[in-house]
C-alpha cells in the first residue's frame, strides 16, 4: 500500500497532511489561509457545509490564539474527537516550526544583505494581499443583510481608527447581537428568523 493510499484511508493521517500542506505552503498567515482552508475542507473534502465553515471562522477568531491553528483545532475536533484536534494542529504547526528555525538560522548570517530585505518587502506585500482576499471572501459570506454591515463598520473603526483592542469589540459584537437576536425574536412573536 502507497503512502498516498495509507493517508486516504486513515482520517488521522489525512487531518494532518492537509493542515501540514496548509502550514508549508501559505505565506501571510492564519488569515491568509482561511480561503485555503474553507476551499479544502468545504468544497475538496466535504468535511463541512460553508454555513459550518463561517461558524467555524467565527468561533476561531473569537478565541485567543491564532486562527488557523484554532480552525485546524476546530475541524480536527469535530471529525475525529480530541486525537483528531491534536493531529490537524500539530499538522499546521510542524511546518512554521521547522521553517522558522531554519529561516532563523539562515538570517542570521545574511539578514543585512539588500537582496534579502528587498525579497522580504515583496513577501509582506504578498502576504498582505492574501489577508485582503480573505477578508473579501469572509465578508462576502457572513455580510447579508443591514445589521452584519452595520456591526463589521462599527467593529473596523473601533479597532483601526479608535485601536480599541480587537477582544472588547469582539465581545461586543456578542452582546450586540444577542440583543439584536433577542429583540427580532420578541418582534416575530417568539419564533426566530
Not at 488569515?31 to 463561517?54: H, N
Not at 459570506?141 to 479597532?159: E, M, R, S, T
Request: proline share 2%.
Amino acid at each position: 500500500m502507497s503512502i498516498a493510499e495509507k493517508i486516504k484511508d486513515n482520517m488521522y493521517l489525512q487531518l494532518f497532511w492537509v493542515f501540514f500542506k496548509l502550514g508549508l505552503f501559505t505565506i501571510g498567515g492564519g488569515m491568509a489561509m482561511i480561503p485555503l482552508i474553507q476551499g479544502i475542507v468545504v468544497d475538496q473534502k466535504k468535511w463541512m457545509s460553508q454555513e459550518e465553515a463561517v461558524d467555524c471562522i467565527a468561533v476561531s477568531q473569537g478565541l485567543p490564539g491564532v486562527i488557523a491553528i484554532n480552525m485546524a483545532t476546530y475541524i480536527g475536533q469535530r471529525k475525529k474527537g480530541l486525537l483528531g484536534s491534536i493531529c490537524a494542529t500539530v499538522g499546521v504547526i510542524l511546518p512554521s516550526y521547522i521553517v522558522i528555525i531554519l529561516v532563523v538560522k539562515l538570517l542570521h548570517g545574511i539578514g543585512d544583505n539588500h537582496y534579502v530585505n528587498g525579497d522580504l518587502v515583496g513577501i509582506k506585500a504578498a502576504a498582505t494581499g492574501l489577508i485582503a482576499y480573505s477578508a473579501y471572501k469572509v465578508g462576502k459570506q457572513v455580510l447579508k443583510g443591514v445589521f452584519p454591515w452595520v456591526v463589521a463598520v462599527i467593529a473596523f473603526g473601533l479597532i483601526a481608527v479608535l485601536d480599541v483592542n480587537a477582544v472588547w469589540t469582539i465581545l461586543a459584537g456578542i452582546v450586540v447581537g444577542l440583543v439584536y437576536t433577542s429583540i427580532r425574536k420578541k418582534k416575530s412573536g417568539g419564533e426566530e428568523k
